[in-house]
């Protein structure tokens, strides 16, 4: 049963170190939050979880780590500087603040009801920045809202240096920021967050199909690598297009207050490619982009055997990686009842998530034969490279099992006086509390099967 209020998974993440309120102890800043020592855990395992499907299990996708600050003109030919700036309402009576584009009915305040709204405003997503030691303070760069954009403006330098034809893709992880009205729901909508994005290069005529493999590979993700069940998942399709795209689904989860957006798979035909493009003219351009006077390259592709130049259409997955882990937290998240008035707390993650992969326990912490050889096992497992190991010295087993449950630790290594004469320790599985001898020897080859389920 995963988390029936977003609240458990708050008070949890709190509890054990996964996400804090950012800049807490001045009174917070709203819409950043800060990981903590199992959250940047969980989050570079999804993070690792994701590449590892999108890049180093396929022969067509490249990486890239573009900077965060970029040149303005990026800006101003992908659209975001000028026409896409959001439409904001405001509610009179509540003093709301809503995005016209998500509103229910635009003409109702979605929080009072009210239809006392001011005249929509736009008003600007992206963060300014004043760049230079001898800056005036004036906006001069932005911080990127989306990796995407800069993923465009480098497809020549990695179509260049790579043996890559179409169609290809090339992928980003990283920070993103906007200047959301209203930041919510804990991690769901933050002003600083992050995206794992990929741009997928193909053939106008090809778009279609490619949209739907993504669509499917993509949810495919989600239940297989995340562990999310299928019922929990559902497809959307975009009721509004923007103005540039043939085709736009959300992947949805069912977090505990109704299905929302978790992750994007849209057919963004040859706007962006088009619009940082130089030379517009040359091409047969079909989304329309503004007219580009600063670009320096030609952002299209030479097919080899026919001989054509053309702009590549995109296929875009656009995730939000602390969203991400947001929903993996609340499926896993469960309370069971052990009877007899006991209970326990238990994050029930695919194994390889796990922020800790092993904790090992010597039972008696004042017995140096039984901490040396646990000491012994831990570097055995550090040795594994599989992630965090821990060592657990503080004595008192019932509250590390507790402490380990709630943290998604698949599994315990107790050290106890039997295990100085047999070599054999107890393996104490965490999500059905199974206990099992096994011998020291077979300790790591056992904890590679467990990750890998
Ligand atoms: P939304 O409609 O929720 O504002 P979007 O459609 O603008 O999102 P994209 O620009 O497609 O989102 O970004 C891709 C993904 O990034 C989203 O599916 C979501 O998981 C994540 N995301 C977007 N905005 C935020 C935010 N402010 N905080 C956290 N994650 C976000």
């Known amino acids: ?24 102890i001045y009174g917070g800043m709203p819409g950043t939050y800060d990981y903590g020592p199992y959250g940047v855990e969980l989050m570079k395992n999804i993070r690792n979880a994701w590449w590892n499907t999108m890049v180093y299990m396929r022969d067509d996708i490249e990486g890239l780590d573009a ?45 009072c009801g009210s239809s006392d709204l001011t005249e929509p405003r736009a008003y600007q997503l992206m963060m300014g920045l004043s760049v230079g030691a001898t800056a005036d303070g004036a906006i001069n760069a932005y911080l990127r809202p989306e990796t995407a954009t800069t993923t465009y403006t480098n497809f020549k330098n990695v179509l260049d240096s790579t043996p890559h034809k179409l169609p290809f893709g090339i992928v980003q992880i990283g920070k993103a920021f906007r200047n959301e009205i209203s930041p919510r729901g804990f991690v769901f909508r933050m002003r600083e967050f992050e995206q794992a994005e990929m741009q997928y290069f193909v053939n106008p005529k090809m778009d279609e199909k490619y949209f739907e493999e993504w669509k499917k590979n993509r949810m495919a993700w989600w239940i297989e690598v995340l562990g999310i069940p299928a019922n929990k998942l559902r497809f959307t399709p975009h009721e509004k297009l923007a103005h540039y795209a043939k085709a736009a689904v959300d992947i949805e989860y069912e977090f505990p207050d109704g299905f929302d957006e978790v992750e994007g798979v849209h057919n963004r035909q040859d706007f962006d490619l088009g619009s940082h493009t130089k030379a517009q003219n040359e091409f ?28 590549p259409y995109v296929i875009e997955t656009a995730m939000g990686v602390n969203r991400c882990m947001f929903a993996v937290m609340l499926q896993a998240y469960t309370d069971e009842d052990l009877g007899e008035g006991k209970s326990r707390t238990v ?18 912490r004042n017995v140096p034969e039984l901490v040396e050889l646990a000491e012994k096992i831990v570097n055995e497992l550090r040795g594994l490279g599989i992630g965090r190991i821990e060592m657990e010295n503080s004595g008192n087993i019932g509250k590390n099992y507790r402490r380990h449950d709630e943290i998604g630790t698949p599994v315990c290594i107790t050290v106890d006086h039997q295990s100085l004469e047999d070599k054999m320790v107890t393996l104490r599985h965490r999500d059905d509390m199974s206990q099992e001898r096994v011998k020291i020897s077979d300790i790591p080859s056992k904890l590679l099967e467990i990750i890998r389920k």
Request: some cysteine.
């Open 347 to 364: 994050l029930k993650l695919k194994p390889a998530l796990a922020p800790v992969k092993a904790a090992v326990i010597p039972l008696a």
């Open 1 to 24: 049963m995963p988390a029936k209020n977003v609240n458990d998974v708050i008070a949890l993440s709190k509890r054990r170190g996964f996400i804090f309120a950012g800049s807490e």
């Open 284 to 311: 047969k351009i079909n989304a329309k982009p503004i007219e580009n006077k600063d670009s320096t390259t030609k952002l299209s592709y030479s097919d080899p055997q026919s001989g054509e130049n053309f702009i």
């Open 67 to 111: 900077s965060l600050i970029t040149n303005r003109l990026l800006w101003k030919y992908s659209g975001h500087e000028g026409g896409f700036s959001d439409q904001l309402v405001e509610c009179k009576k509540c003093g709301a603040r809503m995005r016209l584009d998500k509103m229910k009915d635009p003409k109702k305040c979605d929080a």
